[in-house]
């Protein structure tokens, strides 16, 4: 069973800069979609960026595309997304995800199987 922790959120003046992790255990990450996510209240939970099984090929929503990073670390198993230039509307709770997937890391957070516990992220302006 796939183990998934989050770390790394705070509070951050807009214009700053964190970096958050997703420590995982039970699996390789290299063999999954590994996707970060984010929930506003009120609001659907949306996927930020993915990086994909073998190939490590990354994808990014194109609001966050420039500003956020999203990379794993296959040998301590962690996956994480730098975010850059933070801004009030970034606020949110960031969840870390991962799916077997299939062709394609889906987009939906239904398809993934496997969640962390997420981890809050608060820009004030």
């Known amino acids: 069973q796939l183990q998934l922790t989050e770390s790394g959120g705070g509070s951050v003046q807009a214009g700053g800069s964190l970096s958050l992790s997703c420590a995982v255990s039970g699996g390789t990450i290299s063999q999954f979609c590994m996707a970060w996510f984010r929930q506003e209240p009120g609001k659907q939970r949306g996927r930020l960026a993915v990086v994909y099984p073998r190939d490590g090929a990354t994808y990014y929503e194109d609001f966050v595309e420039g500003r956020f990073t999203i990379h794993r670390d296959n040998v301590k198993n962690i996956v994480w997304l730098q975010m850059n230039n933070l801004q009030s509307d970034d606020t949110a709770m960031y969840y870390c995800?991962?799916?077997?997937?299939?062709?394609?890391?889906?987009?939906?957070?239904?398809?993934?199987?496997?969640w962390g516990q997420g981890t809050q992220v608060t820009v004030s302006s």
């Open positions: 995800a991962a799916t077997t997937g299939g062709r394609n890391c889906p987009w939906e957070p239904f398809s993934y199987n496997y």
